[in-house]
């Protein structure tokens, strides 16, 4: 099930037009932040939105933190990239 719903999900965004999140991605691997194609394409297929509380939605593609709650926030898209960057060289 998880796959048919993974495949439904990039067939999707297969269609859709180049959005904002899309560019702020292209920003990152142009400023040199981005280098791993694995996260590159998985920053690609999931989009912060999907971790954000419905009234954060909106700002989505603003490279800040922004809070979901209970005192939390998820990080800006340039801080989770460097981190997942140092983390997949690391892993090698």
Known sequence: MLKARLQLFLFQCSHMERNDWEKLVDNLVKEGILHSPKIINALRIVPRTEFL????????TVDTPLPIGYGQTISAPHSFSFNAELGETWSQ
Do not use: G, L, V
Not at 53 to 60: E, F
């Open 53 to 60: 509380p419905a009234n954060m939605r909106s700002y989505d």
